[in-house]
């Protein structure tokens, strides 16, 4: 059983920055598409970025340009960094990994961005 852990949430002024980190029990990434996903309050839960085995990237509109993904497979983790964030990137935040198996996800991490 895989299990991811996000971590690096938190409250930060418009304008500032975060760097969101997934942590896997497993040697997982190397092999699979992940993702990040958020949820903001009474919202769907929307795909932000993915980063494929290849290491092609895919953003989210919404957040091109200012979020990047990325993947170190030697300590089984996945980042988002996230620059010039909006109010509007208020949201839990979800690391997905996608296997030929299953999906999985970790719990979430809060991000609040103040006006």
């Known amino acids: 059983q895989v299990q991811l852990v996000e971590s690096g949430g938190g409250l930060v002024q418009a304008g500032g920055s975060l760097r969101l980190s997934c942590a896997a029990s497993g040697s997982i990434f190397g092999s699979n598409t992940a993702d990040w996903y958020r949820q903001a309050p009474g919202k769907q839960r929307e795909l932000v970025a993915q980063?494929?085995?290849?290491?092609?990237?895919n953003y989210a509109d919404s957040v091109k340009g200012r979020f990047t993904i990325s993947r170190d497979n030697a300590k089984n983790t996945v980042y988002l960094q996230m620059n010039s964030l909006k109010p509007e990137d208020t949201a839990v935040y979800y690391c997905?990994?996608?296997?030929?198996?299953?999906?999985?996800w970790g719990q979430g991490t809060q991000v609040t961005v103040s006006a």
């Open positions: 980063i494929t085995v290849s290491g092609r990237t």
């Open positions: 997905r990994v996608v296997t030929v198996f299953t999906a999985y």
